[in-house]
């Protein structure tokens, strides 16, 4: 079975500032990433994706992750956040399977972006 | 192209009662998944249809039913309702195959209260 842990519950951080969010996995098998983001009151947005090739992985308003394999992790990274990237952050973990996929989610990290 | 929508985006039941969620898939995708996210949490998977089968399922009561339409919508029941069913109730569709199948793109969700 696949879980995620997402290591921190809520990062604050002064805008123009770089962040980090933390994401590890536990799987037996090649999995893939995700990293969504979710806005009060409003469904999953995809950020960006890992399903293969490069391990570091560059996604929508500015956020790249890296995937590590040997250390079974896929953080998240913004050189320099603004207000408006204050939002709840998921990491989540697939498998592609034939008769079906789902997708495993972290607890979230909320990211507080201050002025 | 209009991407993932569910209906309603606002619900209140009485506990005991019965109620119906709506999803209309991304254009293109063939594939429909609900989740459940508690206040707090992360998404929990509860099944996934394609061709109008339950392909997939999470670990969620019998009282979780769902249907799939030949246009790929879907509908998600949950029935006899508790106090712990109140939660945001998000659908997410994908196609393809292979790895680019475990990509999902979600809608707004819908808000369920129980009381």
């Known amino acids: 079975a696949q879980s995620v842990t997402q290591l921190d519950s809520q990062v604050p951080v002064f805008e123009e500032a770089p962040v980090e969010l933390r994401c590890n996995y536990s799987?037996?098998?090649?999995?893939?990433l995700f990293w969504y983001v979710q806005y009060p009151n409003q469904g999953l947005q995809l950020l960006l994706k890992?399903?293969?090739?490069?391990?570091l992985v560059k996604g929508i308003n500015g956020f790249e992750a890296e995937f590590n394999k040997s250390q079974t992790s896929f953080h998240l990274r913004k050189p320099s956040v603004h207000i408006s990237d204050t939002a709840e952050y998921f990491c989540a973990v697939s498998r592609y399977m034939e008769y079906g996929n789902k997708l495993v989610f972290g607890a979230g990290t909320i990211l507080r972006v201050k002025s | 192209d209009a991407g993932v929508t569910q209906s309603p985006t606002h619900l209140i039941k009485t506990r005991g009662q019965q109620v119906t969620l709506r999803c209309s898939p991304k254009?293109?995708?063939?594939?429909v998944s609900w989740y459940q996210q508690a206040l707090g949490q992360g998404p929990q998977f509860i099944f996934q249809y394609y061709e109008e089968e339950e392909r997939q399922r999470g670990n969620f009561p019998d009282r979780f039913s769902g249907h799939q339409f030949p246009n790929y919508s879907s509908e998600l029941n949950v029935n006899a309702l508790l106090l712990g069913d109140s939660a945001l109730y998000l659908c997410a569709s994908s196609g393809g195959t292979g790895p680019q199948s475990t990509e999902a793109f979600f809608g707004q969700g819908t808000r369920l209260t129980v009381v």
């Open positions: 799987s037996s098998v090649s999995v893939y």
């Open positions: 890992y399903l293969s090739g490069s391990t």
């Open positions: 254009s293109g995708h063939d594939t």
